[in-house]
């Protein structure tokens, strides 16, 4: 029971008040690149939240099993970039075997998101936090996808919105995306409280 | 003959200075964004991570545009990355010898480079169709690009959230720190507001 409520913690905390996006700015680009639409931002959404909890997981299994007992830390960020690539191929092989209804809404993003800093990231800060269990570097890693895609949905939702509204001249497409997403940083730096570390 | 030579350095200074502002990554193409926002709160960071960024860059277009005649299109990004993660370990261990303050604020964000899309873009698009001169070039001027514009940012940034620069008091003593320019707020709203700003500028000089 403590360790279901420890888990379920961490979890709600990467997905409200760590949230990848709004406090440690990972993921920006595609943030501010694919937000234009719902439908094709949460499809990016569900492929990355795949992906992070697939190489979250991967990567903390060969630092914890294969690099830190060689003592190959060295390599680390090498071997994370091997395997996150890795995964994304092999997630994309799948869902395109599998699933091809699937593969049409999220396999155009799979390429793209290899590069994206969200994965990495979960990957290093995994590393940072020093995680021991395997079963929170899934919870872990899974938030932080599902909290990357609440994020560009709640994005996308508004700039649907936005445009039809009357936006100054210069501000329009990325300046005003990126003010709309201080304010939504600022709201939700009201989850911040809710749980302690 | 000497025309020649001549455009041949009219092309390089136009390599080297299209990065500064005409095609700067952050204020006119928007790509690699996630620094600009993370480590800008003051500008020492800035300026580490905008010379780590310089060193990468440069190290991994000169290995690029050497091994463009060989890279395979299928293997391509791979190669790119693997490239740009050997020199951010080098850049990263370095940091952590030399300046280990420094090592300690930027945290996850050195080895985060690897997955910059600035350096993968200038591998993609440039390093791997031109000459090592040219490439080294167009690497210093967007690294450039690129550090000039944290700087600005974590300038803003620095001098709003805490009244000083470079940790020297610059404001009158009237002034009220403003803390949220240090929080993710800040930064962007901040960088949102430039982005305005560099297209305002833009239109002018066009028009």
Same mark, same amino acid.
């Given at each position: 029971?403590?360790?279901?409520?420890?888990?379920?913690?961490?979890?709600?905390?990467?997905?409200?008040?760590?949230?990848?996006?709004?406090t440690?700015?990972?993921?920006?680009c595609?943030?501010?690149?694919?937000?234009?639409?719902?439908?094709?931002?949460?499809?990016?959404?569900l492929?990355?939240?795949?992906?992070?909890?697939?190489?979250?997981?991967?990567?903390?299994?060969?630092?914890f099993?294969?690099?830190?007992?060689?003592?190959?830390?060295?390599?680390r960020?090498?071997?994370?970039?091997?395997?996150?690539?890795?995964?994304?191929?092999l997630?994309?092989?799948?869902?395109?075997?599998?699933?091809?209804?699937?593969?049409d809404?999220f396999?155009i993003?799979?390429?793209?998101?290899?590069?994206?800093?969200?994965?990495?990231g979960?990957?290093?800060?995994?590393?940072i936090?020093?995680?021991?269990?395997?079963l929170?570097?899934?919870?872990?890693?899974?938030g932080?996808?599902?909290?990357?895609?609440?994020?560009?949905?709640?994005?996308?939702?508004?700039?649907?919105?936005?445009?039809?509204?009357?936006?100054?001249?210069?501000?329009?497409?990325?300046?005003?995306?990126?003010?709309?997403?201080?304010?939504?940083?600022m709201?939700?730096?009201?989850?911040?409280?809710?749980?302690?570390? | 003959?000497?025309?020649?030579?001549?455009?041949?350095?009219?092309?390089?200074?136009?390599?080297?200075?299209?990065?500064?502002?005409?095609?700067?990554?952050?204020?006119?193409m928007l790509?690699?964004?996630?620094?600009?926002?993370?480590?800008?709160?003051?500008?020492?960071?800035?300026l580490?991570?905008?010379?780590?960024?310089?060193?990468?860059?440069?190290?991994?277009?000169?290995?690029?545009?050497m091994?463009?005649?060989?890279?395979?299109?299928?293997?391509?990004?791979?190669?790119?990355?693997l490239t740009?993660?050997t020199?951010?370990?080098?850049?990263?261990?370095?940091?952590r010898?030399?300046?280990?303050?420094?090592?300690?604020?930027?945290?996850a964000?050195?080895?985060?480079?690897?997955?910059?899309?600035?350096?993968?873009?200038?591998?993609?698009?440039?390093a791997?169709?031109?000459?090592?001169?040219?490439?080294?070039?167009?690497?210093?001027? !967007?690294?450039? *690009? &690129?550090?000039?514009? /944290?700087?600005?940012?974590?300038?803003?940034?620095e001098?709003?959230?805490? +009244?000083? $620069?470079?940790?020297?008091?610059? !404001?009158?003593? *009237? &002034?009220?720190?403003? /803390?949220?320019?240090?929080?993710?707020?800040?930064?962007?709203?901040?960088? +949102?507001? $430039?982005?305005?700003?560099?297209?305002?500028?833009?239109?002018k000089?066009g028009?």
């Amino acid at each position: 029971m403590d360790r279901l409520s420890v888990l379920l913690m961490g979890f709600l905390s990467m997905v409200l008040v760590n949230n990848f996006v709004f406090t440690k700015f990972l993921g920006t680009c595609p943030y501010l690149g694919v937000s234009g639409r719902l439908d094709s931002a949460f499809g990016m959404g569900l492929a990355v939240t795949f992906v992070t909890a697939l190489s979250g997981t991967l990567t903390w299994v060969v630092d914890f099993y294969i690099l830190t007992p060689l003592g190959l830390e060295i390599t680390r960020y090498i071997c994370y970039i091997v395997i996150i690539a890795g995964a994304v191929q092999l997630v994309e092989m799948y869902v395109r075997r599998f699933f091809p209804s699937l593969y049409d809404v999220f396999g155009i993003f799979l390429p793209l998101i290899s590069t994206n800093c969200v994965i990495l990231g979960i990957c290093l800060f995994i590393d940072i936090w020093g995680t021991d269990n395997i079963l929170e570097v899934v919870v872990l890693s899974a938030g932080v996808g599902i909290g990357f895609t609440v994020a560009i949905c709640i994005m996308a939702g508004i700039r649907e919105s936005l445009q039809l509204a009357d936006v100054p001249e210069c501000l329009k497409g990325a300046p005003i995306t990126l003010i709309t997403a201080g304010l939504l940083a600022m709201a939700f730096m009201g989850f911040a409280g809710m749980i302690k570390a | 003959m000497s025309s020649e030579v001549e455009s041949k350095t009219g092309v390089y200074k136009e390599t080297l200075l299209a990065g500064l502002w005409k095609e700067n990554p952050t204020f006119r193409m928007l790509i690699g964004m996630c620094p600009p926002l993370a480590v800008t709160t003051a500008v020492k960071p800035a300026l580490t991570m905008g010379l780590s960024v310089i060193f990468v860059l440069v190290c991994s277009s000169i290995v690029v545009s050497m091994m463009r005649n060989l890279l395979k299109p299928h293997l391509r990004i791979i190669m790119f990355t693997l490239t740009i993660a050997t020199f951010v370990t080098i850049c990263d261990l370095f940091l952590r010898a030399y300046t280990p303050a420094m090592s300690e604020i930027l945290g996850a964000y050195v080895p985060l480079i690897i997955v910059n899309c600035l350096i993968i873009f200038r591998a993609e698009a440039c390093a791997s169709k031109c000459g090592v001169v040219v490439s080294v070039l167009d690497a210093i001027g !967007m690294g450039g *690009g &690129f550090t000039i514009a /944290l700087c600005i940012l974590a300038g803003i940034r620095e001098v709003l959230a805490s +009244g000083r $620069l470079f940790g020297i008091e610059v !404001m009158p003593s *009237g &002034f009220v720190p403003c /803390l949220a320019m240090q929080m993710p707020v800040g930064a962007f709203v901040t960088l +949102g507001l $430039l982005l305005g700003l560099a297209n305002v500028l833009t239109r002018k000089k066009g028009a």
